[in-house]
């Protein structure tokens, strides 16, 4: 069984910043029948407090437009998630709005169509949830040069439970993005430090975990990728796959590791004995 998180992805209460934001959703083709998963978490984020909204994907452009002029009158944060070609609408809307010169508080895209455009520089936020053997979407989305913000990239391939069709209908990532939602619209994180991109194939079998993107630490004198994991709560392969080694490789003091986080600095647990120098 993983770890759990350093923190713990549930829904937060709602508050009144954060009832300002707009979260505008996008379902993909014949969305009315294959993507009603973004109906329900639509449904899920205005029980939040967080002002959501649902639409197909094909009138993407009048709704960016839309959101222009809303913006300008009440420039609150902004958040685009869309399924399948709902998806590729999630990333050409933050496009829109980066030719106004507006920024987007967090995109997130699951299983987009594979056409869909790279991530745009005013995107604060993004993750990637797809499926990369799958025909309907498996768009995997990398960011433009340049990029600045936090990427994270998850593909459940492994996951033969998980197909396109019911990608978008996962309560437990419902959960976890409800909570970023309103954590970032209600006091927008502020990542100190270098922000490393997380890129990961989530083995069959580990619960899916979101965390938003890496960070640096240095190993200490007798440390192992598994001392880390229990320092940090995460599951060892989390470890294993982003810094490329095997569970039993050898760290050497000052090391430079990197480990998953949120986007609240993650919180450490008291240490074995074996991980003190």
Same mark, same amino acid.
């Given at each position: 069984m993983p770890l759990a998180p350093a923190i713990t992805p549930t829904a937060a209460e709602p508050s009144s910043t954060a009832s300002r934001a707009r979260v505008y959703l996008f379902r993909g083709a014949l969305g009315p029948i294959f993507s009603r998963g973004m109906d329900h978490l639509t449904e899920k984020i205005q029980r939040a407090g967080v002002r959501a909204d649902v639409y197909e994907f094909t009138i993407c452009s009048f709704i960016a437009s839309a959101a222009i002029k809303d913006y300008r009158e009440d420039p609150a944060p902004i958040v685009l998630i869309g399924h399948s070609m709902g998806g590729r609408c999630a990333l050409l809307f933050a496009e829109t709005l980066q030719n106004e010169g507006f920024p987007v508080s967090l995109v997130v895209t699951i299983d987009p169509a594979r056409m869909s455009p790279d991530v745009p520089l005013n995107v604060e936020h993004f993750i990637?949830?797809?499926?990369?053997?799958?025909?309907?979407?498996?768009?995997?989305?990398?960011?433009?040069?340049?990029?600045?913000?936090?990427?994270?990239?998850?593909?459940?391939? %492994?996951h033969d439970e998980v197909s396109h069709i019911t990608i978008d209908k996962m309560d437990a990532i419902h959960q976890q993005l409800i909570a970023k939602i309103v954590r970032l619209t209600a006091a927008p994180a502020k990542v100190e430090g270098e922000v490393i991109p997380l890129?990961?194939?989530?083995?069959?079998?580990?619960?899916?975990?979101?965390?938003?993107?890496?960070?640096?630490? +240095?190993?200490?004198?007798?440390?192992?990728?598994? +001392?880390?994991?229990?320092?940090?709560?995460?599951p %060892?392969?989390?470890l294993t796959q982003i810094n490329q080694m095997p569970d039993d490789a050898p760290l050497t003091a000052g090391e430079r590791i990197i480990v998953p986080r949120y986007l609240t600095p993650l919180t450490t647990v008291s240490e074995p004995v074996s991980s003190r120098p």
């Open positions: 990637n949830i797809f499926l990369s053997k799958d025909v309907l979407g498996g768009g995997d989305i990398k960011p433009k040069q340049g990029f600045r913000g936090s990427y994270a990239s998850y593909d459940l391939a %492994q890129r990961y194939v989530v083995p069959a079998g580990e619960e899916i975990e979101l965390w938003d993107s890496g960070m640096a630490v +240095t190993a200490r004198s007798r440390d192992t990728l598994q +001392t880390l994991a229990l320092r940090y709560r995460l %060892q392969w989390s």
